[in-house]
């Protein structure tokens, strides 16, 4: 007997990936609903060889469900994951509502899946930032080998992590600059993200970070270690699809690169493609549709203490939101709910 999956926003970008990947993987499920808004009550949307029609999320009896998965954004989820949640289903939620409230496990199985035991408490389990995941996922083989003190991460971040709006810009705008009239302005973002990088994403907070660079700091600290320093600067590049991230690591104890690389090599969720030529590492266009976490430019930093340095690339669709949703449901699966 397999479960009842709920996959709720089964339209957007994230819901539609959810649904592509809990078919690949062949999760066990003997029904999968998906919810959509009013708006997009019947869209048709796939599920491996099934077409599914989308049902109305207001009203929806979420009773005899096992899990659902939600990516609807914050406020929907607000209203309701506590309903889901309350008659029965666990939620697993992409959006950053539950992320912060210490009674509700923020997972990434590679890391720290003992946390699950925590879905009891409020029946609902957070899915992390995306610049987070694939972080983290390289993060934590180091950390047990070496202990780390700090993290400083600049990251690239591309357009679909702002959803379909995002892409639609960059796309319009790309096609704008050779079309004389055809100029598209800022909408989504602050700023032209075609052939541009800009500084900002989320509103800033008082004290000058970005909502993004703060997410990354609280949830790295929730889900690796409290103990664990971290600052980062998150830019929007015009890339579709994968985040990279350069990351600078200080280590309590002395970690050689070769070591790392060994270390890397084998930790779960990671590919290192390591060589030192040109092109001997990996660009956000080659992770695209893979559920790897890519470490690459692995290299010491003589200037400081213990220090590494090293690339970290990450289909932000995938491993940065529904793989990850995805491999939450199946540890929920395994450990908890354990159906034949």
Partial sequence: ???????????????????????????????VVALASRRSLGTEVSFGDKTLKTKDIDGFDFTGYDMALFAIGSDATKKYAPIAASQGCVVIDNSSLYRYDPQIPLIVPEVNADAIEGYRNKMIIANPNCSTAQMVVALKPLHDRARIRRVVVSTYQSVSGAG???????????????????????????RQIAFNVIPQIDVFMEDGQTKEEWKMVAETKKILDPSVKVTATCVRVP?????????????????????????LREAPGVLVIDKREPGGYVTPIESAGED?????????????????????????????AALNAVQIAELLGNRILKKA
Avoid at 241 to 261: K, P, Q, T, W
């Fill in 239 to 263: 890339v579709f699809v994968g985040h990279s991230e350069s990351i600078n690591i200080e280590f309590e104890d002395f970690l050689d690169e070769d070591e790392a690389r060994d270390i």
């Fill in 292 to 320: 790897a976490t890519y470490v690459s430019r692995i290299r010491q930093d003589q200037t400081v203490e213990n220090g590494l340095n090293l690339w970290c690339v990450s289909d932000n669709l995938r491993k940065g």
């Fill in 1 to 31: 007997m397999g479960y009842k999956v709920v996959v709720a926003g089964a339209t957007g970008n994230v819901g539609r990936e959810m649904l592509s990947i809990l078919a690949e993987r062949q999760f066990p499920a003997d029904e």
């Fill in 164 to 190: 379909k709006e995002g892409m639609d810009e960059l796309w319009s705008q790309t096609k704008g600059m050779y079309v004389p009239g055809q100029e598209v302005e800022p909408k989504k973002f602050q």
